[in-house]
C-alpha cells in the first residue's frame, strides 16, 4: 500500500476534522460525498453513512474525494462503498473551473485527450490546472478520472449482469488489461474477486436494461423536480406520469431510452437504461453522470440554504422548498432549442412548438410498451441546421434563431460542453441571432449546471421580489441577487416556485365556483 503520511488539501472547504468525525459518528447522510475518511487501522476509506463501528478519531483522516483518499494509500470500503456516494461537490461554489473541469471529465474527455488538451479547453496552463484539483479535491485531474472510471466500474460489478468487457468499456476504461490493473491497484483484488462477492440482492432485476442506484444528499424535493419537468417535458422525448420520468437518449452509438423515479429504500433514484445494443463502446458512465446532472443530484442543500437562508425573503422560500434543486439537461443542445422557443410564449405554447419539431423532424425509436409515449430522438443540430422551420407555427425570426443555432454547433462555431465560464458561455450564446441575455442565462443554468446563472431581466422574478408593489426593476433584482452569490440558480428556482404556488392559489377559488 502507499504511503498514508500527512499531506495538503484533504479537509474539504468549509469543514475540519471535529465536523466530518461527529458526521461520522452520526451518520449524518447530509455529508455524504463531501468527505471520505480514510481509517489507519484498516487501511480502507468510507462515506461518512458507512455502518461499521465508528473508527477512533485518532485513526481517521479525512479527504475531499474519493481520489485523494485512493491517492493516499487507503482502498475503497466493501461495505458501505464509496462508488454509490452522491457526486463531491468540495469544488461547488469554491472554484468554477474546477466546477467545469469536472463536468468535461464527467463527458469523458480524459478519455480520448491530454490533461493538456483538457486545460487549453479551459483556457489554463495544465500545471494550473493540477494545482486547482490538489487544492480543492485532493488529488491531480487524472487520478480523479481514473478513481471516477474504477468506482463506477465497481458499481456495475455489483449492480448488473454486464461481462468484463462490458464493465470495462462502459466505465471508459480502453482495455479490459488497464480495467483489471486498475481495480486490482485500488482495491487490492480482481474485478472477477469482487464480483463473487457482491450481495445477491444487489443484482438488476431488469432483464431488458441496465438498473442503476444514484445517490443524493437530502433533503431532495422531486415532487417539485418532476413538475417542473413534466411542465417543460418535450411531446414524444420525454413523459411523466404520477412519480416517474421517462426520456429518449442517444449514448455514443446507442439509443434507448431511460427511467428515473425515487427508489423504495434510501436517499437515492433508481434509473433503468434500455438501448437497442450494449458493447464495450457504450459509455454507462456517461449516462450516469448526465441523469445526475438532469436530476441536480450533486447538490449540497446545506450549503445552498446556509447561504441563501441569510435572506429573509428566501428564507420563506426555503421553508416550502426543502432541498430545491436546478433541473439539469441530458442534452445541451436541446436544453437551448427549447430555451429560443420559449421566449415570449407561455410554458404550454413553447412545448407544443417543440413537439412540432420532435414530430417533423427527430429520429423514431423503436415501440417500447412500457414506456410508449416516449416515441423519438430529439432532432441533431445537424439535422436541424439543415431544415426549413417555418412551417412549425413559430415566428420566423425565431425559426431562424433556432436553425443560427443548430449551424453553429454542428459546424464547432459553438461548443455546448459547458468547459467556458458562466460569462464567456453567456456572451458567446448572446453572439447567435436571436438569443439575449434571458436566454443565454436560462441556457447555463440548465445545461451547464451554472449555480450562479440568472437571468435578472425575468418578469416572474421581478414581480415575486416586488410583491404587492409590482415589478422591481432588472436592476433592483441584480442588486438584490448579489447577496444570493454563488446560489443564483437556486435562488430563481426558489422565487419561480413561490410564483407558481401563489398562481395556483388564486385559481383555487375559481376551481371551487
Not at 181 to 194: M, T
Not at 353 to 365: I, K, M, Q, T
Request: glycine fraction near 10%.
Amino acid at each position: 500500500m502507499a504511503s498514508r503520511g500527512p499531506g495538503k488539501g484533504q479537509i474539504p472547504p468549509m469543514l475540519d476534522p471535529q465536523t466530518c468525525y461527529r458526521a461520522l459518528a452520526t451518520r449524518d447522510a447530509r455529508f455524504d460525498g463531501r468527505f471520505f475518511t480514510g481509517v489507519e487501522s484498516t487501511g480502507v476509506f468510507c462515506r461518512p453513512v458507512c455502518p461499521a463501528r465508528t473508527p477512533r478519531a485518532e485513526n481517521c483522516r479525512f479527504f475531499p474525494s474519493a481520489a485523494a483518499a485512493v491517492g493516499a494509500g487507503f482502498r475503497p470500503c466493501l461495505r458501505c462503498r464509496p462508488e454509490s456516494a452522491p457526486g463531491t461537490p468540495a469544488w461547488a461554489g469554491t472554484h468554477a473551473l474546477v466546477a467545469r473541469a469536472l463536468r468535461l471529465i464527467d463527458e469523458g474527455v480524459l478519455d480520448r485527450e491530454s490533461v493538456g488538451q483538457l486545460a487549453a479547453r479551459l483556457g489554463v496552463g495544465d500545471r494550473h490546472l493540477r494545482r486547482l484539483f490538489l487544492r480543492h479535491l485532493g488529488a491531480t485531474p487524472t487520478a480523479v478520472a481514473t478513481s471516477r472510471r474504477v468506482l463506477f466500474a465497481k458499481k456495475l460489478l455489483d449492480d448488473t449482469d454486464l461481462t468484463m468487457t462490458q464493465v470495462a468499456g462502459a466505465a471508459g476504461f480502453g482495455s479490459l488489461r488497464r480495467f483489471n490493473d486498475a481495480v486490482l491497484a485500488a482495491y487490492g483484488r480482481p474485478p472477477s474477486a469482487l464480483r463473487r462477492r457482491r450481495p445477491a440482492t444487489s443484482r438488476s432485476s431488469d432483464e431488458r436494461g441496465v438498473r442503476l442506484r444514484l445517490s443524493y444528499r437530502p433533503p431532495f424535493d422531486w415532487s417539485a423536480v418532476l413538475a417542473w419537468l413534466g411542465a417543460r417535458a418535450i411531446p414524444g422525448v420525454e413523459s411523466t406520469e404520477g412519480f416517474v420520468y421517462v426520456r429518449s437518449i442517444r449514448l455514443g452509438e446507442s439509443r434507448g431510452r431511460v427511467m428515473a423515479r425515487p427508489a423504495a429504500r434510501g436517499t437515492a433514484l433508481e434509473v433503468t437504461i434500455r438501448l437497442d445494443r450494449m458493447d464495450r463502446t457504450t459509455p454507462l458512465a456517461q449516462a450516469a453522470d448526465r441523469l445526475r446532472r438532469i436530476f441536480d443530484l450533486g447538490a449540497d442543500p446545506e450549503a445552498i440554504s446556509r447561504q441563501l437562508g441569510r435572506d429573509d425573503r428566501l428564507k420563506r422560500s426555503l421553508s416550502h422548498s426543502p432541498g430545491v434543486r436546478i433541473p439539469g439537461a441530458w442534452d445541451p443542445f436541446e436544453v437551448a432549442v427549447r430555451a429560443i422557443l420559449g421566449q415570449q410564449v407561455s410554458v404550454a405554447g413553447a412545448t407544443t412548438l417543440a413537439g412540432r419539431l420532435v414530430a417533423a423532424h427527430g429520429d423514431p425509436l423503436e415501440p417500447d410498451p412500457d414506456w410508449p409515449a416516449v416515441t423519438h430522438l430529439f432532432p441533431t443540430p445537424e439535422r436541424l441546421a439543415e431544415v426549413d422551420l417555418e412551417g412549425l407555427g413559430m415566428p420566423g425570426a425565431r425559426a431562424r434563431a433556432v436553425v443560427g443555432l443548430a449551424r453553429a454547433v454542428a459546424q464547432g462555431e459553438l461548443r455546448l460542453d459547458g468547459g467556458r465560464d458562466l460569462d464567456e458561455t453567456v456572451a458567446s450564446l448572446c453572439d447567435l441571432p436571436g438569443i439575449g441575455p434571458w436566454t443565454a442565462q436560462y441556457i447555463a443554468m440548465r445545461a451547464f449546471g451554472e449555480p450562479d446563472a440568472f437571468p435578472v431581466g425575468d418578469l416572474v422574478l421581478r414581480k415575486v421580489l416586488g410583491e404587492e408593489n409590482g415589478p422591481v426593476s432588472p436592476r433592483h433584482l441584480e442588486q438584490a441577487a448579489e447577496a444570493w452569490r454563488p446560489w443564483r440558480g437556486y435562488a430563481a428556482m426558489l422565487l419561480w416556485a413561490d410564483a407558481t404556488r401563489a398562481a395556483q392559489v388564486e385559481r383555487a377559488p375559481e376551481a371551487a365556483s
